[in-house]
C-alpha cells in the first residue's frame, strides 16, 4: 500500500510524460503539484526544452530554485496546456480548487490554454461537490459584506481564512472566504450567483476547464479520464 504522498508523486510523475520538446506550460500549486515540479526539473536538466508559467508565488520560487525555465502569461499568447492539482472533482470534471489559496492565478493560468490536466490521488474523487468549502476570492475592502451576501444566498457557513492568528492574504493581496454547502447541486449556477456580488474576485469553482484527470490510488494503479 502507497502512503497518501506516494500516490501523489506517481499522479505526478504520470502526468509528466504529457510535457513536450518545445511547449509552453502552466504549473499548477499545491502538494501533488510539488512532486510534479520535481519530475519537471530532473527533466528539464536531462534535455526537455519547455517553459512554464507558474501559477503562484510558491510554485515559482521552487521552479526557480530547481532550474525550470520560466516566462509570464503576458510573453505568451496560449498555453499548451496547464498541470495543476485540485480539491473535489466530480463525475462531470468540475473541480473545487483554492485550498492552497492561489485559484485566481490558477484560474488565469488555465484559462490561457485549452488544456487542463488534474493530479490527484482518489481521495478527491466526489459524486457531488461541496463537502470541501468552496474558497472564494474577495477584495479586503468591505469583505463582511461579501460574507453576509453569501451567507443570504444559502451558505450555511462562510469563514475568513486565516494564518498564524491573521487573515490570509494571497498573491494578489485579496482575502479568501472558506464557504460551506455541504453539497453543491449546481455549481455553474453558484459560479455564477456568486460573481455578481461586489467584492468578489474570483470562485475556486472551475466550470468546464478540465480536459483530463489523472488520478492515483494507494494499490499504485493510475486511471486517466
Ligand atoms: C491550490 C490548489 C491546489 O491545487 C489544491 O488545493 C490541491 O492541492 P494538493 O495537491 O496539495 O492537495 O487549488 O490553490
Known sequence: MLTQQQVKQKAAE?????????MTIGLGTGSTVFFLIHKLAELAKSGLNFRAVPTS??????????????????????????????????????????????????????????QL??????TKMVTQLGAFPLPVEVITFGWK???????????????????????????????????????????????????????????GLFINMATKIITANTDGTIKER
Open 117 to 122: 490536466i488534474i493530479i490527484a490521488d482518489e
Open 14 to 22: 504520470y502526468a509528466a510524460r504529457y510535457v513536450q520538446p518545445g
Open 145 to 203: 459584506q461579501v460574507q453576509r451576501k453569501v451567507l443570504q444566498a444559502g451558505c450555511k457557513e462562510v469563514n475568513l481564512r486565516v494564518k498564524d492568528g491573521q487573515p490570509l492574504v494571497t498573491d494578489h493581496q485579496h482575502y479568501i472566504l472558506d464557504c460551506h454547502y455541504g453539497v453543491i447541486e449546481n455549481p455553474a449556477a453558484l459560479n455564477t450567483g456568486l460573481h455578481a456580488i461586489p467584492g468578489v474576485v474570483e470562485t
Open 57 to 114: 508565488n510558491q510554485t515559482k520560487k521552487m521552479a526557480e530554485e530547481l532550474g525550470i525555465p520560466l516566462t509570464t502569461l503576458d510573453d505568451v499568447d496560449v498555453l499548451d496546456l496547464t498541470i495543476d492539482g485540485a480539491d473535489e472533482v466530480d463525475p462531470d470534471m468540475q473541480l473545487i480548487k483554492g485550498g492552497g489559496a492561489a485559484l485566481l492565478q490558477e484560474k488565469i493560468v488555465a484559462a490561457a490554454g485549452s
